[in-house]
């Protein structure tokens, strides 16, 4: 997917997916010293295809297209920072990055941050005054100022942050106790630190650059980030669900009477197709006998079919219609939905739920958390009902 550059409060240069995503995920990549967006641009090139990656201009000419992020000077061995420039170039950043968001419509979520030498510094000062803003960072061959090194404020903000440090063991521009007391630092923070030393000087080889693409994919895949093919870039919806059967008539009977289904069509003893009356079926029943075996419980495959009612009063009926055919349930609520949770004849999870997030005192996301359910508050639904 091609997209222009937008003009921003800094100049950049973009590399866009090269898969579809309605959201990207955002890859801020920060040139070092002596160096330019468009070096960056480079190395951005072989980074992982969902990523809009923006690379972007130091805000201190140096000569022939190059820039820096800050000035350095050489003051008895050691590289001291011109600290008024760095914060001047970190709020410049600050400002820029939602910016990029915003114009190049980018997840909020998934922004992560690659910074080389004085783009490490700067990663590194993002990553402590603007840890909200990002999911995740790699600080190449950087450093940490000592009057930074304080346990932040905010420590909840840190924990589990996922961080990647490499670092040369002969780099002659920051040392390599640099990156280790990042290392330390950050991992006394309680960030899910992975660091890397390499036997190179100041520069990146191809293993950094290889060991740094791996990390970032791995990223977005926990994440769960997944791009639609350009042959699927069209809107799907659930067609039927086929489920496997050792009785046909016995499952025929269950989800007609219990759930509420029409037998549309029957070939013989092996298929029946059922359906709710909008298509010639919903679900597809299929023989395979008495002697097949149960999936074991903890195997993969589908946890449950999920039938959906569209309010409360609804819910409460099918829980009474279930109650009183017999069929063990187990009520849950989601916080944003409530769950009736059963099984078919053979074993199959069933679930009927109602969406309740627009309720009074729901969620709007799960987050793992289920509450109980009681059936007096479901039967006292109908008593309202009936009164």
Known sequence: MQMDVIELSLPHVIRTPRVSLRKPPLLVMLHGQNSSEKEMLGIASSFDERFLIICVRGLIDQYLGRNNWFQTELVSGSWLINTIQLEHSRQALAKFIPESIN??????????????SQ?????????????????????????LL??????PTRLDAFRSFPVMITHGLQDEMYPVVCGRIIRDTMTSWGMKVSYHE???????????????????SAQLDEKGVIATPASMNF????????????????????????????????????????????????????????????????STGLANIA??????????????????????????????????????????????????????????????????????KILGLLQKENS
């Open 103 to 116: 114009a190049y419509n980018t997840n909020p979520a998934q922004t992560y941050l690659v910074g080389f």
């Open 119 to 143: 783009g490490a510094v700067m990663t590194v000062q993002l990553l402590i005054t603007n840890i909200n803003a990002l999911a995740g960072v790699a600080i190449l061959s950087g450093q």
């Open 146 to 151: 000592p009057e930074m090194r304080v346990t």
């Open 198 to 216: 390499y036997s190179s000087g100041h520069f990146l080889t191809s293993q950094i650059l290889e060991d740094v693409r791996g990390w970032l």
């Open 235 to 298: 809107q799907l919806k659930l067609g039927h669900i086929h489920i496997k059967v050792r009785n046909l008539d016995r499952s025929i009977a269950f989800y007609t009477r219990i759930l509420g289904l029409n037998l549309i069509e029957r070939t013989g003893n092996s298929y029946a197709f059922l359906s709710y009356g909008q298509t010639h079926h919903d679900v597809t029943l299929q023989n395979v006998w008495s002697n097949a075996p149960i999936p074991p419980a903890q």
């Open 307 to 376: 039938f959906h009612v569209s309010d409360q009063h609804s819910f409460a009926h099918a829980y009474q219609v279930l109650t009183s055919a017999a069929i063990p349930v187990s009520l849950v609520d989601h916080q944003i939905g409530w769950g009736i949770n059963f099984t078919d004849p053979d074993g199959n999870g069933i679930e009927i739920y109602c969406d309740m997030r627009l309720a009074p005192g729901h969620a709007t996301l799960w987050q793992g958390r289920d509450l109980p359910l009681s059936p007096g």
